[in-house]
């Protein structure tokens, strides 16, 4: 979006702490110096598959991850240049098309200098949600937990995955739409973040 960078250096400026979640199709030689500069607290990049084929289906755009994987080098690149940190987080929407994927798309993100993985389970919504992409079979379950328990032994052994284990065994029960206990209380996200998107 036009002006977008310049609103990220203006909240620097103010001290305010902003990052962003892009599908990456933007991150030019250019645009990443231009963000680096501006300091972000983070920059997300929305990737649902650890390759081509996976993603740019689920995205429905040809030739976005490659786009994105050049430019997450692109922000590295500036990173080193300027002197600048600030995570890169690789942030995938689970669902039925990606999940069998999700270990390989830790191993990507760490080939490609991406900082961490936040895995974020897909909530019903569009029209595919419900045809396509819900988590619902027995043996989809089924490898689910077998694909949660292989997340939870690489978060154990180091692999930069954002997500506690806690809550990655949690994945299927969301997919299966269990209601959390009354005990837990209520989610308090909404009182600590403030969110625009267009």
Not at 14 to 19: D, H, S
Not at 75 to 86: C, M, S, T
Not at 117 to 125: A, D, E, I, K, Y
Not at 189 to 198: A, N
């Amino acid at each position: 979006k036009k002006g977008f960078v310049d609103l990220l250096a203006w909240c620097r400026e103010q001290e305010i702490e902003a990052g962003v979640t892009t599908n990456g199709s933007a991150l030019s030689l250019k645009m990443a110096a231009r963000i680096v500069a501006a300091r972000p607290l983070n920059v997300n990049i929305s990737c649902d598959g650890p390759d081509a084929q996976t993603h740019d289906y689920l995205r429905g755009w040809p030739g976005l991850f490659d786009t994105l994987s050049a430019g997450i080098g692109h922000l590295r690149a500036e990173q080193r240049a300027q002197g600048i940190d600030f995570p890169i987080v690789i942030k995938p929407t689970v669902n039925k098309a990606n999940f069998r994927t999700l270990p390989h798309i830790v191993r990507w993100a760490e080939r490609v200098g991406a900082t961490a993985v936040n895995f974020q389970p897909m909530h019903r919504s569009t029209q595919e949600t419900y045809d396509e992409l819900w988590i619902e079979s027995a043996e989809d379950f089924a490898d689910l937990e077998r694909v949660t328990a292989q997340l939870c032994e690489m978060h154990q052994r180091g692999h930069a995955i954002v997500n506690s284990p806690e809550i990655l065994r949690l994945m299927a029960p969301h997919f299966r739409e269990e209601r959390a206990p009354a005990k837990l209380g209520a989610c308090r996200v909404g009182l600590r973040d403030f969110f625009i998107s267009t």
